[in-house]
Each structure stands twice: as structure tokens, then as C-alpha cells.
């Protein structure tokens, strides 16, 4: 058990919001805001339309609002065991609090397209991957980063009618690149925010709640299609939790990433089903081990430089009721490929998903889904394990993960708090074969404040 008094706290409130909310009916979603999204949005969005727990926090924020500053505070914890499988039993918890402000310029200084964002981060807990079950695609998506951290320090401006963006400052990589919102449905890491394959192979990639100065760019040239681009310091020690995010040296490789996308249908007008489809190509620029040299009574190798392509997509297959209800059922996959097997730990990630928002009338924002992910670990990598095996029987060989995972989020108190109940199934824990496979049962619960 590794709740703490600090994730007993959360689940009171949570749980606070959730019987309040219980006894009312869900209300319909309002129109999304402008400049939510710049493409249309898909049954699953990324942001849902919330109501707040606190309400108006007493007029403060339609008075902030109004003057061009939103406040966003939000809690997510995911708690989790495994019942069966893995080095052993374990029940742990892992939440995020995240609190963010982003300021209309605007409206507060008249500067037209522009906005400043600054965001703060706090996560406490454990994983259930690391100390019980011996996985490499965590269970608990918030968990990681376990501090208080300062995460975006951004401006962000419109230009030629938001045919383009510009962002800029202290960002991540992927709050703009390989997303699709199909996968923040997911408890599962491997799904989570982005699929997790590029991390094993690009070290200069970040993710939230982590942060490093970068730049990317967006245009449109039409309706339907956008193409980016963005350079980031790929220096991944700045991340390390002793820095709370304040480390703002530039010492690092470069990390580059593109991406094209195009949307079908979502335009005013279109009555087909919703689909975002993504290509794009990475380059880090670090220092990276040859596992052809690694096992071999010397001290290993090493290259500059890997590099990957991807792409990902997501699809509307059904619409539940009237158009524009934001209900359906829709299918998502991504594929990651890193060629270069002596440099890459994982040159082949997969996922696939299904999922449904609305599938009854009387709760149109709940949604469940269904979720595969597959990882292969990089054949020269397994050739250094054996190698090392010859000396070292304790040395596993690292073959395959896979991660499959079940969910339904229920929103209440118009999508302010939400209960998610989970089960996962991870099939060869560590990719060795030497760890059983492990059940794993729990749930996520959330809350906007």
C-alpha cells in the first residue's frame, strides 16, 4: 500500500463532487470555445467542456476571465493493484495536481493572436510498475516527474487569419506532436498522452509534466491539412526532479520532430464521420550506445544521432444521435518505427483502440475503450543480453510487452469530477518472459476544480 495522506485527501474531494453530482443529470455540452482546437473536434476530444467542482469560485472567474486570464486547476490519481502476476503483489497510487494560467494578450494588452501560458506541476505517489510488477509501459499515466515542478512557460501567437502559429519558450514536444485525444481515454502509459515508443528511442522527446526550450510552428494552407515543425534542447538531465522544472540551460542536443495531418469531414457543413490522420518524422541529436559493441570485454561504442517516422490516426465509425451530440464510436492506432536496431532500445511500437462516448442517452459524456500496445525490443539489443547472459545468468534477454487495457470514465456534476474503473493485462512484464504475466485492477478518478 502507498496511498499517503496526500492521495486520501484527493479521493475525499473527488469522491465529495461525485455524490453531489450523482443526484443530478448530466447536462448537455455547451459550444466549445473558440480556439479550443484549430481542427474540429472528434467524439473524443482531447478538452472536454467542463463545469467546475468550486463553481464560479464566487464571481472570481468570469471576473479573471473577463479581463483575459483563465485559471485552470485540475487532480487526477490513479490507483491500481495487481492481484496476480508480476515480482509481487501491490496496491499504489500516483496523482497529479496541475494548475495553469493562461492570459489573453489580447485582451489585456491589445496584441492580436496573442497569449502567454505558465503552467505548475505536483505529483506525489508510487508506481505499481516499478516496484511490483516489473513492467516498462506504466500502468499509472501520471506517474513520473514525482515533485513540484514548474512545466510551461509559453507564448503563443495567431497570424494571417490562425493560418499560423507560432509557440515558443519553455514547451514540450508533445503537447503539439504524436496526439491524438482518442488516447488520453487511457490509464495505461503506453496510450497516454502519446504513444510511449518514442521515448525509448528518442531521449530528447518530452512529455508533460516535463518542459524544455523549444520553438514550433503550424500552418495551415487549407481547411482540411496543417504541416509543423518544431526544435527543442533535447537535454534530458534538465528533467531530473532535484530541478523542479527550473533549469533553464540550453546544453543539450537537438531534438527535431515534423508532422503533416489531415482531417476528413468536421467542416461546417460535412455531414460524413469525423477521421485525423498523422505522419511525421523525428531526429535526436544525442550520444547514443551501439549495442553491437556492448558485452564484448571492451568498453561499448557509440553514434551520433537516431532517428523514426511514425503515424497515427483516429477515426468516427458510428454517430449516436443528432449531429453535433459529440457521441460515437471510433477506432485509433499508431505506428512508431526507429530502424537503426544498434542505437534504438525499441525499433517497433504499435497501438490499437476502440472506443465509445454516449453509448447511452442519459449519459452522453461517459466513455469507455478497449486498447492494445505492443513494444519490440531491438534485436541487437537481445544479442548484447545473451552475451552478458554468458557471465551474468541474472541478465534477462528483452523480447516483447504487450499491455492491454479495459476502461469506462463516468463524468458527473456536468464533466467537473469523473470516476474511471480499470483493468489491465500485461502480457511478458520487462519483455524477459522470467516475470508472470500480471492482472492489474483499479481506478482513475479526476476533478476540475
Known amino acids: 500500500m502507498a496511498i499517503g495522506r496526500h492521495g486520501v485527501a484527493a479521493v475525499i474531494v473527488a469522491f465529495l463532487g461525485w455524490a453531489a453530482a450523482a443526484r443530478a443529470q448530466d447536462a448537455s455540452l455547451p459550444p466549445a470555445p473558440p480556439g479550443t482546437r484549430s481542427l474540429a473536434n472528434t467524439p473524443f476530444r482531447l478538452t472536454l467542456d467542463q463545469e467546475h467542482l468550486f463553481g464560479d469560485w464566487g464571481g472570481l472567474r468570469t471576473s ?15 490507483a491500481l493493484g495487481n492481484p496476480t502476476g ?12 496541475n494548475v495553469d494560467l493562461s492570459f489573453d494578450l489580447q485582451k489585456l494588452f491589445g496584441l492580436t493572436g496573442s ?4 503552467s505548475f ?9 516499478t516496484e511490483d510488477i516489473g513492467n516498462v509501459f506504466t500502468v499509472q499515466q501520471v506517474f513520473g516527474g514525482q515533485t513540484y515542478r514548474l512545466v510551461d512557460v509559453a507564448f503563443q501567437q495567431q497570424l494571417f487569419e490562425d493560418r499560423v502559429e507560432l509557440r515558443v519558450g519553455r514547451i514540450a514536444a508533445g503537447d503539439d506532436f504524436l496526439v491524438s485525444p482518442y488516447n488520453y481515454v487511457f490509464v ?3 496510450f497516454d498522452g502519446n504513444p510511449v515508443g518514442v521515448f525509448f528511442n528518442a531521449p530528447g522527446m518530452t512529455a508533460y509534466p516535463n518542459a524544455t526550450w523549444g520553438g514550433r510552428v503550424k500552418v495551415k494552407p487549407t481547411e482540411r491539412m496543417y504541416v509543423m515543425g518544431g526544435l527543442y534542447n533535447g537535454d534530458a538531465s534538465i528533467r531530473a526532479n532535484r530541478h523542479h522544472g527550473a533549469d533553464w540551460s540550453m546544453d543539450g542536443p537537438l531534438f527535431a ?21 498523422k505522419a511525421g518524422f523525428w531526429y535526436d541529436d544525442h550520444q547514443f550506445t551501439d549495442f553491437t559493441t556492448v558485452a564484448r570485454g571492451r568498453a561499448p561504442g557509440g553514434t551520433r544521432g537516431n532517428w523514426g517516422f511514425y503515424g497515427l490516426f483516429d477515426q468516427v465509425l458510428m454517430r449516436f444521435g443528432e449531429p453535433g451530440s459529440n457521441r460515437g464510436f471510433g477506432v485509433t492506432g499508431s505506428v512508431l518505427v526507429s530502424p537503426d536496431q544498434s542505437i534504438s532500445q525499441m525499433p517497433v511500437f504499435a497501438t490499437a483502440g476502440v472506443l465509445a462516448r454516449g453509448m447511452f442517452p442519459s449519459r452522453p459524456t461517459d466513455v469507455g475503450g478497449f486498447g492494445v500496445a505492443y513494444g519490440r525490443f531491438s534485436d ?20 516483447y510487452e504487450i499491455a492491454l487495457e479495459l476502461t469506462y470514465r463516468f463524468r458527473f456534476r456536468g464533466d467537473a469530477v469523473f470516476f474511471q474503473p480499470d483493468l489491465q493485462y500485461i502480457i511478458r512484464p520487462g519483455g524477459t518472459g522470467r516475470i508472470a504475466d500480471a492482472f492489474v485492477a483499479g481506478f482513475q478518478v479526476g476533478a476540475n476544480f
Do not use: H, K
Not at 479573471?64 to 490513479?78: N, Q
Not at 508480476?86 to 495536481?97: D, P
Open 86 to 97: 508480476g515480482m509481487q503483489q501491490g496496491f499504489r497510487q500516483a496523482s497529479n495536481l
Open 121 to 129: 506541476s505536483e505529483r506525489f505517489g508510487s508506481s505499481l510498475s
Open 115 to 118: 497569449s502567454f501560458e505558465i
Open 188 to 190: 495505461q502509459n503506453a
Open 380 to 399: 541487437d539489443l537481445q544479442d548484447s543480453q545473451r552475451r552478458a547472459q554468458l557471465s551474468n545468468p541474472a541478465v534477462g534477454v528483452q523480447r
Open 257 to 277: 520532430i515534423a508532422e503533416a495531418g489531415y482531417q476528413i469531414n468536421g467542416l461546417p457543413g460535412d455531414t460524413g464521420l469525423l477521421g485525423n490522420y
Open 64 to 78: 479573471l476571465e473577463a479581463r483575459g486570464i483563465t485559471p485552470t486547476v485540475t487532480f487526477v490519481m490513479d
